[in-house]
T-cell receptor
Framework: GDSVTQMEGPVTLSEEAFLTINCTYT??????LFWYVQYPGEGLQLLLK?????DKGSNKGFEATYRKETTSFHLEKGSVQVSDSAVYFC?????????????FGKGTKLSVIP | DAGVIQSPRHEVTEMGQEVTLRCKPI?????LFWYRQTMMRGLELLIY????????DSGMPEDRFSAKMPNASFSTLKIQPSEPRDSAVYFC?????????????FGPGTRLTVL
């Protein structure tokens, strides 16, 4: 079945540091890929998405590129801020499997310190 | 739009009691999802509906859990009887399936504590 594996946290960075959160996936079809973010006490929000190979999703300074050859969708940001402290979830939707479901990774908690 | 609305935001109950969680999806969305989030198991899909019809309930842990969607603007998740291991944050999400590449919009969650 489909699965998403992302790096375990927690990740603690100083403000303005470079961020990478690794995400790899397995899917039976040709999935769409997503990064969701969960701020403390809130529900998940879509951060960015990519629907085909080599697409780059970007939002709020975050980027991720759909790499079919390595089945990866790593999240990056060049300079993190304290306000980026949150839990980040990688997810996929395998429309080829005829399902509307999202398969989520376990989440990576990011803490950014001043 | 107000987004996905869930109630209550917090629920504390005793083991054996019935618990009902409520969700109002975004108007016009045709798919609704119930998730459970715990530290140990992460985010788990419990059930999802499309056009008010349950499509996949394989994630519902056991018969103590039931979910209904009587109309396009309301859904409930019921636990009867509740047990301490049901303590978690329960999220409802909605989506306009077939248009938005599975962009699900999440509610703020209900934090359930079963004593």
């Amino acid at each position: 079945g489909d699965s998403v594996t992302q790096m375990e946290g927690p990740v603690t960075l100083s403000e303005e540091a470079f961020l990478t959160i690794n995400c790899t996936y397995t899917a039976t079809g040709y999935p769409s890929l997503f990064w969701y973010v969960q701020y403390p006490g809130e529900g998940l929000q879509l951060l960015l998405k990519a629907t085909k190979a080599d697409d780059k999703g970007s939002n709020k300074g975050f980027e991720a590129t759909y790499r079919k050859e390595t089945t990866s969708f790593h999240l990056e940001k060049g300079s993190v801020q304290v306000s980026d402290s949150a839990v980040y979830f990688c997810a996929l939707s395998d429309s080829g499997a005829g399902s509307y479901q999202l398969t989520f990774g376990k989440g990576t908690k990011l803490s950014v310190i001043p | 739009d107000a987004g996905v609305i869930q109630s209550p935001r917090h629920e504390v109950t005793e083991m054996g009691q019935e618990v009902t969680l409520r969700c109002k999806p975004i108007s016009g969305h045709n798919s609704l999802f119930w998730y459970r989030q715990t530290m140990m198991r992460g985010l788990e899909l419990l059930i999802y509906f499309n056009n008010n019809v349950p499509i996949d309930d394989s994630g519902m842990p056991e018969d103590r859990f039931s979910a209904k969607m009587p109309n396009a603007s309301f859904s409930t998740l019921k636990i009867q009887p509740s047990e301490p291991r049901d303590s978690a944050v329960y999220f409802c999400a909605s989506e306009l399936a077939g248009v938005s590449y599975n962009e699900q919009f999440f509610g703020p969650g209900t934090r359930l504590t079963v004593l």
